[in-house]
């Protein structure tokens, strides 16, 4: 099994859960807090301790305004891409890679600038290793039959003259 295929599989079970994950989860900024999905999500954010969601700062309204009109419709597109294995995919992977390390490198930064518990990192490392994987996809130079063929018909010319 190929690197390009192995990652293929990864990002194929990753996009959808972010497709789903999105709406459901990053919404939650925009509620009003009497609603008893705002209410649910808030009792959960306050159990697992992550202040970004409850207090909102600027910085990270942005990132979900990011998430949501940007990254998540790149998740739809990079799902179709690497179902139906479209040329373009490794550049929208790429895109989408590169933003969220990006992002991730600030939410990092203010966590450890914060005096917060560390524990809300271990929510956020995944989403980081899958930026990074994403990018990769992104980087790997495609391999494909044709260009083999290409290879051995250029081969072929020179030897004939």
Do not use: Q
């Not at 600027?58 to 891409?81: D, M, Q, R, S, T």
């Not at 990192?121 to 980087?139: A, C, D, E, Q, R």
């Amino acid at each position: 099994m190929s690197l390009e295929k192995f990652i293929n599989g990864i990002l194929l079970i990753y996009f959808p859960l972010m497709v789903i994950k999105a709406p459901l989860l990053d919404l939650y900024m925009f509620l009003p807090a009497t609603s008893s999905y705002g209410d649910l999500l808030f009792h959960f954010y306050t159990w697992y301790g992550d202040y970004l969601k409850l207090e909102k700062p600027h910085f990270y309204v942005g990132i979900v305004w990011l998430e949501l009109l940007v990254k998540w419709p790149l998740c739809i597109a990079n799902f179709y891409g690497l179902f139906t294995n479209k040329s373009w995919v490794r550049t929208t992977c790429l895109i989408y890679g590169v933003s969220t390390v990006t992002v991730m490198v600030a939410m990092f930064f203010d966590m450890v600038m914060s005096s917060r518990p560390t524990t809300l990192m271990s929510l956020y490392i995944p989403f980081m290793v899958f930026g990074l994987i994403t990018t990769l996809k992104g980087l790997i130079p495609i391999s494909s039959p044709i260009d083999h063929v290409r290879k051995k018909t250029s081969d072929g010319a020179k030897k004939r003259a």
